[in-house]
């Protein structure tokens, strides 16, 4: 990774790119989606609740362009997206280590069954598959739970 990436907690004023890229890194990555929302119905909803947590929410920049970020809540990941074209650079990578800093002791996590490319980038930085569901979530996608923990 050429690029000096920057990891901080995200502001209100970083919710528009936050949303912009939750959208099209599903759109490019996950087209087979269901979406439940609107475009400007996930914008809004962003607007809403970024920022309204210290140290739940947050971002990498490169330079002054905002490109991936993550909603961490206890030992939950719940949102972990990078941008399209910053993927495979190691953005989700540092997002991830820093998720493992704030929760040394374990992390969870779901993700959909048929995203290979989040599974396998999971499942190499140590995460183990828990518990698979048949769609109990807002795209009625099947999906997958994912558990980490310090080795012992």
């Known amino acids: 990774m050429a690029e000096s990436i920057e990891i901080r907690e995200a502001e209100p ?20 989606l ?6 400007d119905e996930a914008r809004d909803w962003f607007a809403r609740i970024v920022g309204d947590r210290r140290a739940a929410w947050w971002i990498a920049r490169a330079g002054h362009e905002v490109v991936a970020y993550m909603l961490i809540d206890g ?3 719940d949102y972990l997206y990078v941008r399209p074209g910053w993927q495979g650079r190691g953005v989700g990578f540092s997002l991830l280590n820093k998720a493992k800093a704030l ?3 374990r992390l969870e996590l779901w993700t959909f069954q048929r995203n290979a490319n989040a599974r396998a980038f999971y499942e190499a930085q140590g995460f183990r598959a828990a518990e698979c569901t048949d769609g109990r979530n807002e795209e009625t996608e099947p999906d ?9």
């Open 13 to 32: 004023a970083d919710a528009r790119a936050i949303a912009e890229i939750h959208l099209a890194a599903r759109r490019e990555a996950m087209p087979y």
């Open 34 to 39: 269901r979406r439940p929302h609107t475009d």
């Open 75 to 77: 030992e939950n990941l």
């Open 103 to 105: 929760s040394p002791r």
């Open 144 to 152: 997958v739970k994912y558990e980490w923990g310090p080795a012992r």
